[in-house]
């Protein structure tokens, strides 16, 4: 019996919208990078999406990606399934994606990230939604991390020590919960990052020098690594994609 850990991901996954300057006399509209029927099909995924990390299978944690890991099991929602082969080097197969187009915050400028999941929250399961610097890293943008200690996570890099790192509880783990980032241009030079739950916001936090830096986007479902080990091996757990 194989047992596994599942991060779910449905309805509204990751729209990114230009902002318009509030300054422009000429209004630019919002527009929509990644459309919210970009988990409808395997092949609507692969349109904006690649398997794996930018970087390759692995990423500080227990867990090797793979595609198989990264499926459309109902159409709008993207399961990535974590599960124990307790193999030497990698105990976990799992799952990852991200973004085929980089994103990058304007002068004026500003991008919304946002998406429904459902996240496992057992020690040892760290499943992510987060920005890295296409260049370097950092940068950083946590919109969302789950390290495996029943809270939620929201944290910004400006270097690999200076870190605005917050967590909070995060209630009934088992259902949906609507994450979302704003982006914005604060100065021309940092960006101010509004995180919210379930449509509160809960932290405000800044990005050294972020305006006019590609970021790469990336879901994945990692193990162990900053969630602790050791990770589950024992019961199965599952969730149900969709209601
Ligand atoms: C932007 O603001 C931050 C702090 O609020 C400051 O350290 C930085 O120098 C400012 N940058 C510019 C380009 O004004
Ligand atoms: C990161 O840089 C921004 C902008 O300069 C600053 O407001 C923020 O406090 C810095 N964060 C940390 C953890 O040093």
Redesign the pocket.
Known sequence: MKHSWSLVLATLPCLALALPSPESQIIKRDSTLIPKSCFDSTSSLTEYFNYNYPWGDTHNGAAIMSSSNAVINTAGTLTLEAVYTGASDYAYDSGTVYAKQHFTVAESGGLDFTADFIAPVAKGTWPAFWLNGVNSWPPEVDIAEWKGTGDISFNTF?TSS???ALNVNYPNPTEFHTVLAELRDENGS?VKVNFYLDGTLITTQ???GLVGQPLELIIDLQMEGSSGSPGPTGSMFAFSPLV
């Open positions: 400006n200076a870190v605005e940092d800044y990005a050294k």
